[in-house]
């Protein structure tokens, strides 16, 4: 059971973590430094989405439930992303017109996108325990999330603090935003548990709502401006370390 709560919690910490970063930075993150987290975060999921999620239901036998699961999880993160207020550090508003203030909406983006990231560590534990997926496959994956929530929080909180925030206001805001995932992996590892035959939908439909934020919000955010290659770089390099992270601890 420590076990378990360990796997949860490991990603929020790097939320945690990556706050922090506006304790010991100025106002405003450098552009070029913020492509390259970008597209490493975004490497990081896609490598999360397709060895540890997409592969592992593959080996389960039968394409379709991996077909079907994957469209709902894009499915579910678009009505998410319809029908919740927010905003992102470089767009206008998305979804419905709302009175919440610039800094909650700006909260909101970024829970909408951990959410998933908690899913899918619930469902890789969930598979651990429920079947023959690996332990160690899991905790990879909680790491790998945990790296890269590390930028990401770091990208929430310095626009809280340049929006006139205070420090401690920003790090709490930019912190909490991340606690969703925890809380979404245990929903959905109770889902699991509960019903051993769904694994082969929920696995994809985990894979389906990471890449959803990748190619809606991730992948454009990081491609505004000039020197775009420099969050294919990133991109590349996120990638290739949740791909070590995943096949050395798996």
Same mark, same amino acid.
């Not at 206008?92 to 560590?121: C, D, K, W, Y």
């Not at 325990?129 to 990879?140: G, N, Q």
């Given at each position: 059971?420590?076990?378990?709560? !360990?796997?949860?919690?490991?990603?929020?910490?790097? !939320?945690?973590?990556?706050?922090?970063?506006?304790?010991?930075?100025?106002?405003?993150?450098?552009?070029?430094?913020?492509?390259?987290?970008?597209?490493?975060?975004?490497?990081?999921?896609?490598?999360?989405?397709?060895?540890?999620?997409?592969?592992?239901?593959?080996?389960?036998?039968?394409?379709?439930? @991996?077909? &079907?699961?994957?469209?709902?999880?894009?499915?579910?993160?678009?009505?998410?992303?319809?029908?919740?207020?927010?905003?992102?550090?470089?767009?206008?508003?998305?979804?419905?017109?709302?009175?919440?203030?610039?800094?909650?909406?700006?909260?909101?983006?970024? &829970?909408?996108?951990?959410?998933?990231?908690? %899913?899918?560590?619930? @469902?890789?534990?969930?598979?651990?325990?429920?079947?023959?997926?690996? !332990?160690?496959?899991?905790?990879?994956?909680?790491?790998?999330?945990?790296?890269?929530?590390?930028?990401?929080?770091?990208?929430?909180?310095?626009?809280?603090?340049?929006?006139?925030?205070?420090?401690?206001?920003?790090?709490?805001?930019?912190?909490?935003?991340?606690?969703?995932?925890?809380?979404?992996?245990?929903?959905?590892?109770?889902?699991?548990?509960?019903? !051993?035959?769904? %694994?082969?939908?929920?696995?994809?439909?985990?894979?389906?709502?990471?890449?959803?934020? @990748?190619?809606?919000?991730?992948?454009?955010?990081?491609?505004?401006?000039?020197?775009?290659?420099?969050?294919?770089?990133?991109?590349?390099?996120?990638?290739?370390?949740? %791909?070590?992270?995943?096949?050395?601890?798996?």
């Amino acid at each position: 059971m420590s076990a378990i709560l !360990t796997a949860l919690l490991i990603p929020f910490a790097g !939320t945690v973590l990556g706050s922090a970063f506006v304790f010991f930075m100025k106002r405003e993150m450098p552009e070029l430094f913020q492509k390259v987290l970008l597209g490493f975060a975004s490497g990081v999921m896609v490598a999360a989405a397709v060895w540890s999620l997409l592969m592992p239901a593959l080996d389960m036998g039968n394409v379709w439930p @991996v077909a &079907t699961g994957l469209l709902g999880g894009f499915a579910f993160l678009l009505l998410i992303d319809y029908v919740t207020p927010h905003i992102h550090p470089k767009g206008g508003q998305e979804g419905p017109q709302s009175r919440l203030s610039r800094t909650t909406m700006l909260a909101l983006a970024v &829970t909408i996108h951990n959410f998933p990231e908690g %899913m899918a560590v619930g @469902v890789a534990i969930a598979g651990a325990v429920t079947s023959d997926f690996s !332990t160690a496959s899991a905790i990879a994956l909680a790491v790998g999330i945990a790296i890269q929530n590390i930028p990401e929080g770091a990208i929430i909180s310095m626009p809280l603090r340049s929006a006139g925030n205070s420090r401690l206001k920003a790090f709490v805001v930019g912190s909490l935003s991340g606690i969703v995932e925890p809380i979404g992996g245990a929903l959905v590892l109770l889902l699991a548990s509960a019903a !051993t035959a769904t %694994m082969p939908y929920l696995l994809p439909f985990a894979a389906g709502a990471m890449l959803y934020v @990748v190619v809606e919000e991730l992948i454009p955010e990081a491609s505004q401006g000039e020197h775009s290659n420099l969050d294919t770089i990133g991109f590349a390099i996120g990638f290739a370390m949740m %791909m070590v992270l995943d096949v050395v601890m798996g």
